[in-house]
């Protein structure tokens, strides 16, 4: 029997200053990422969360992800493990939130971040405002209560529970904080000295030490410009930046999916308005295949 997978598709692009990561689920259905997850030997459902476009930003970020973090409640518990399509990583807030609930307080989750960006502003330390510069801080406990309590039980993710690997922009205010707090972070620049397949070896082994099992949150501006394109914040892609290449995500990924403790996949900040003759559409395709093979042996990560 094949292992299901509940692919939870949110087209939000309120949390971004530049729009159109709402396009990027439709766009990956349209070009046959069902048919793709099947030939793996999945049995994918598309789950698409409304978005009230006509709410104002906050309201309608926020109507969003109590919307998603049910849902993704939902799969873990029918499933085991989903595969969660951006939108803007606003929704992340809702995603691992809705895993944290169905893990439960005695079931820690733990998070593998693979970002440009930080993502752990709160509205007293953000200077552009911009919601999807603060989700990681909200999982952490800190911000707004209305998304922090996303997570029943408290903080979603415990700051000795989570690994950042990629970053290379980020703000004082949020450095700050996630130094305070004591998170691992590796710098693309620490990928490329030491290698990814040292860096995920480390990574993994931190956020599977006290966890139950652990989720990545991928953002595509992560990755090189030549070879992803259409992201949604292409200024990260200056030359001040090292990116990390296809290929190292790749290994990260590899890794992570061969773990018997990884959880779920989310994927976001994809901009088909962005895209080069489908570069990025054809990576994130092939991210997938190398990310979710291994969860055919997943479905028992709640009830192990």
């Given at each position: ?140 406990g800190h911000g707004d209560s209305q998304f922090t309590s ?155």
């Open positions: 029997m094949r292992p299901s997978l509940p692919i939870l598709a949110t087209p939000l692009t309120a949390g971004a200053s530049h729009g159109g990561a709402h396009l990027a689920p439709q766009a990956l259905h349209n070009s046959g990422l069902m048919a793709n997850l099947a030939t793996l030997g999945y049995a994918p459902t598309w789950n698409q969360i409304p978005v009230a476009t006509f709410l104002p930003r906050w309201q309608q970020i926020h109507n969003a992800l109590a919307r998603l973090a049910p849902q993704v409640e939902k799969a873990l518990h029918t499933s085991g493990t989903f595969l969660a399509l951006g939108g803007d990583h606003s929704i992340a807030t809702g995603t691992w939130s809705g895993a944290a609930n169905a893990l439960g307080p005695t079931r820690p989750l733990g998070l593998i971040w693979v970002d440009a960006h930080m993502d752990a502003h709160t509205p007293a330390t953000t200077l552009s405002g911009d919601p999807n510069g603060m989700p990681l801080a909200q999982l952490l996303l997570s029943r039980h408290g903080p979603a993710i415990l700051p000795h529970n989570l690994c950042l690997i990629g970053t290379n922009s980020f703000e004082d205010g949020e450095a700050n904080l996630l130094s305070r707090l004591g998170v691992r972070i590796y710098t693309a620049d620490d990928v490329h000295r030491r290698g990814m397949a040292a860096v995920i070896a480390e990574a993994t082994a931190h956020v599977s030490h006290h966890t139950h099992a652990f989720g990545v949150s991928l953002d595509i501006d992560v990755l090189n410009a030549a070879e992803a394109p259409g992201i949604t914040t292409p200024d990260v892609h200056s030359n001040r930046w090292p990116a990390l290449t296809a290929a190292q995500v790749q290994t990260l990924l590899g890794s992570t999916a061969a773990h018997p403790k990884f959880l779920a996949l989310e994927c976001v900040e994809f901009n088909p308005q962005n895209d080069r003759a489908g570069r990025t559409l054809t990576l994130i395709h092939n991210l997938l295949t190398t990310a979710l093979p291994s969860h055919a042996a997943l479905p028992q990560a709640l009830t192990a």
